[in-house]
């Protein structure tokens, strides 16, 4: 009776997923049955090489994902879908729009980076509804680019990855995060894709991401860890408004470059996983103010990149094989608390007193740490508060000497 159940129970979800539940559809064929029913078609990587005609009879389609596909252009009768608010279509091969897609007159988020785009139809600066456009790696011309910043004012465009996005939606500060709903089953989520902004889906048993998960666009806070997963899909940058990511307790040795997209990443936690070095596209989340890479057994350094992470806060390297810390972490001058606990540390660089507002040093069990060369270092931070120099081995007799030259800081022994 329970293999019954179950069996059961997986066809209803499958059902689900192909055949829609609160109009979100993740199968064209299964769309174009019920064409009325549909609001939301999620395509994304799925192979599709074009799309019908017979896609203008969704008429009440307002969101449509297709991402990762192997589109080249677009039929004109996308034209006649008035109801349509958000088309995304990154990662694809499309070289033209045809003309009729200005008819969109409700369309405001067009997120089209990484395609071959090399002019775009001239009334698209007709669409005074746009509010986003995305046109990231594409082909357009620097005059082509001047017009549309010109003729849709109104509208948030980018063609560089230097060219920030503001999110469709507000950030919610730290306070408001505290105080917002966790949702905890992915299933009750997705009945509610607009009040999710915090999903913890912490020791699921996930051995990959779910990719329902990257329809939840205003999720900001979101807790994988204790899972089991190897692997972070590109998809990861779908969610443009993700302030705290924790993948903390997983099999991960790498990330996604598409890290980088997640432009409001402030908290990003990779504790107790495999990586050797830190992913480089974690140097392009200019945000971050807190770095956990504790537990990480094969990361031997920190390197120069770290520098280029100058609102980081709190850096946690607690129990990795660290014998070299880059000069460059003198740049950090917000840097308040950097965690060595367990290191192979000998020598700090001497550029590390340039972090004017460090607060906490963690140094505990780094017993070939020359004492003397770093805490001559740490004396020139002015505002330190706690100094943890447990199993370093300094002499009993040293430690007098060592108190009254930090007058005003902890000294743990």
């Given at each position: 009776m329970i293999k019954k159940n179950l069996a059961l129970l997986i066809f209803l979800l499958?059902?689900?997923?192909?055949?829609?539940?609160?109009?979100?559809?993740?199968?064209?064929?299964s769309a174009l049955l019920n064409p009325k029913d549909v609001k939301v078609l999620n395509l994304r990587y799925s192979g599709i090489s074009e799309l019908p005609s017979e896609i203008k009879n969704l008429t009440n389609l307002e969101v449509i994902y297709l991402a990762g596909n192997e589109l080249s252009t677009l039929p004109k009768e996308i034209g006649?879908?008035?109801?349509?608010?958000?088309?995304?279509?990154?990662?694809?091969?499309?070289?033209?729009?045809?003309?009729?897609?200005?008819?969109?007159?409700?369309?405001?988020?067009?997120?089209?980076?990484?395609?071959?785009?090399?002019?775009?139809?001239?009334?698209?600066?007709?669409?005074?509804?746009?509010?986003?456009?995305?046109?990231?790696?594409?082909?357009?011309?620097?005059?082509?680019?001047?017009?549309?910043?010109?003729?849709?004012?109104?509208c948030r465009i980018s063609f560089s990855e230097n060219d920030l996005i503001e999110p469709s939606h507000p950030?919610?500060?730290?306070?408001?995060?505290?105080?917002?709903?966790?949702?905890?089953?992915?299933?009750?989520?997705?009945?509610?894709?607009?009040?999710?902004?915090?999903?913890?889906?912490?020791?699921?048993?996930?051995?990959?991401?779910?990719?329902?998960?990257?329809?939840?666009?205003n999720i900001q806070a979101l807790d994988l860890s204790e899972?089991?997963?190897s692997h972070i899909l590109p998809l990861i940058?779908?969610?443009?408004?993700?302030?705290?990511?924790?993948?903390?307790?997983?099999?991960?040795?790498t990330l996604p470059p598409e890290i980088k997209d997640l432009q409001f990443l402030k908290v990003l936690k990779l504790g107790i996983n495999s990586f050797?070095?830190?992913?480089?596209?974690?140097?392009?989340?200019?945000k971050l103010s807190e770095l956990d890479l504790s537990f990480n057994s094969k990361l031997t350094k920190i390197s120069s990149e770290i520098g280029q992470l100058e609102n980081l806060k709190k850096l946690n390297f607690y129990a990795c094989q660290i014998s070299e810390i880059s000069a460059a972490i003198g740049n950090l001058k917000q840097l308040e608390e950097i965690d060595l606990h367990g290191n192979n540390i000998k020598t700090l660089p001497s550029e590390m007193a340039n972090c004017d507002n460090?607060?906490?040093?963690?140094?505990?069990?780094?017993?070939?740490?020359n004492y003397e060369q770093a805490l001559g270092?740490?004396?020139?931070?002015?505002?330190?508060?706690?100094?943890?120099?447990?199993?370093?081995?300094?002499?009993?007799?040293?430690?007098?000497?060592?108190?009254?030259?930090?007058?005003n800081t902890e000294l743990i022994f």
């Open positions: 499958a059902t689900n997923s192909l055949f829609g539940q609160n109009g979100v559809y993740y199968s064209l064929d006649e879908l008035a109801k349509l608010r958000e088309l995304h279509l990154e990662d694809n091969f499309i070289t033209r729009l045809p003309n009729e897609f200005a008819h969109l007159k409700n369309l405001q988020v067009l997120n089209i980076p990484y395609n071959e785009l090399d002019t775009l139809p001239e009334n698209i600066v007709q669409m005074e509804s746009l509010r986003k456009l995305n046109l990231r790696s594409n082909k357009l011309s620097k005059s082509q680019q001047d017009m549309l910043r010109f003729s849709l004012p109104d950030l919610l500060t730290d306070e408001e995060l505290i105080l917002a709903p966790v949702f905890t089953e992915l299933e009750k989520a997705v009945l509610m894709p607009h009040d999710v902004f915090i999903l913890r889906l912490s020791r699921k048993k996930l051995i990959s991401v779910p990719e329902t998960v990257f329809t939840l666009k899972n089991k997963i940058k779908e969610l443009e408004l993700l302030q705290n990511l924790n993948l903390r307790s997983n099999a991960l040795t050797a070095e830190i992913p480089m596209a974690v140097y392009e989340c200019k460090l607060l906490i040093v963690n140094l505990n069990s780094n017993p070939n740490l270092v740490l004396m020139k931070c002015k505002q330190l508060y706690s100094i943890d120099l447990r199993n370093t081995n300094i002499p009993s007799i040293k430690r007098g000497k060592i108190k009254s030259d930090f007058p």
